[in-house]
C-alpha cells in the first residue's frame, strides 16, 4: 500500500467493506485514510434520498464527484486512500479521471452471509433483504471487472485482510489509467 495510491473497496451490503477498510487503514507503512462513503450521503441533511432509489440518481452523481475530489486530495498529499463504499461500476467514471494510481476491489460474500450480517448489525443500516439481494445482484457479474473481485465466501476477517493485501502487492486490483 504505496501513499498516494487510492484503493476503492466495494461490494454489496454486507460483504465486509469498512471492517476490511479500518483494518487497511491502521496497517503498518505509509500514512493512510480511511473515507467512509456512506458518510458523505449522510451529510445531506435536507432533501437526502435514499441511494438505492432510482431517484437519487443526480444525487448520487455528485457524491461520487465529491468523494473522488476528496480522495485525490489525500492522496495527492501523500496518503494511501481506502474509500469504502457501495461504489459500482456505475460510479467509476469520476475516479478514472484521477491522476493517481486507482485500485478497484469488490468483496462478494455469498447473499445468506451478507443478509445475516446486514440484519445482525443492526441500528440505522440497510436491512431490508429485497433491498440487499438488489444490491447484490448488481456485484455479482461485472464483466471485464471480473478480475476484481475476491470471494469472501468460507474467510474470516483477517483471512479476507490478507487476501485484500496480497492482491494490492501483486497490482490485481489495478485499474488502468
Known amino acids: 500500500m504505496k501513499a498516494g495510491e487510492v484503493l476503492i473497496l466495494s461490494g454489496p451490503p454486507g460483504s465486509g467493506k469498512t471492517t476490511t477498510a479500518q483494518a487497511l487503514a491502521i496497517q503498518a507503512g505509509s500514512p493512510k485514510v480511511h473515507l467512509h462513503a456512506d458518510d458523505f450521503w449522510h451529510y445531506i441533511k435536507n432533501g437526502a434520498i435514499a441511494p438505492y432509489l432510482p431517484e437519487a440518481h443526480k444525487q448520487?452523481?455528485?457524491?461520487?464527484?465529491?468523494?473522488?475530489?476528496?480522495?485525490?486530495?489525500?492522496?495527492?498529499?501523500?496518503?494511501?486512500?481506502?474509500?469504502?463504499?457501495?461504489?459500482?461500476?456505475?460510479?467509476?467514471?469520476?475516479?478514472?479521471?484521477?491522476?493517481?494510481?486507482?485500485?478497484?476491489?469488490?468483496?462478494?460474500?455469498?447473499l445468506e452471509t451478507a443478509i445475516r450480517r446486514c440484519r445482525d448489525r443492526g441500528g440505522e443500516t440497510l436491512t431490508d433483504p429485497e433491498a440487499i439481494t438488489a444490491l447484490h445482484q448488481q456485484f455479482s457479474s461485472l464483466g471485464e471487472l471480473e478480475r476484481h473481485v475476491l470471494s469472501t465466501a468460507g474467510l474470516d476477517r483477517e483471512q479476507m485482510l490478507e487476501e485484500v493485501i496480497a492482491a494490492l502487492q501483486r497490482g490485481a486490483f489495478r485499474l488502468s489509467p
Do not use: Q
Not at 476528496?70 to 461504489?87: H, K, S
Not at 491522476?99 to 469488490?106: E, F, I, K, R, S
Open 60 to 110: 448520487n452523481g455528485v457524491v461520487v464527484d465529491v468523494l473522488a475530489r476528496v480522495a485525490e486530495g489525500y492522496a495527492r498529499g501523500g496518503y494511501f486512500v481506502v474509500l469504502d463504499g457501495i461504489i459500482g461500476p456505475w460510479f467509476l467514471e469520476p475516479f478514472k479521471g484521477l491522476d493517481v494510481p486507482l485500485h478497484y476491489a469488490v468483496l462478494r460474500p455469498p
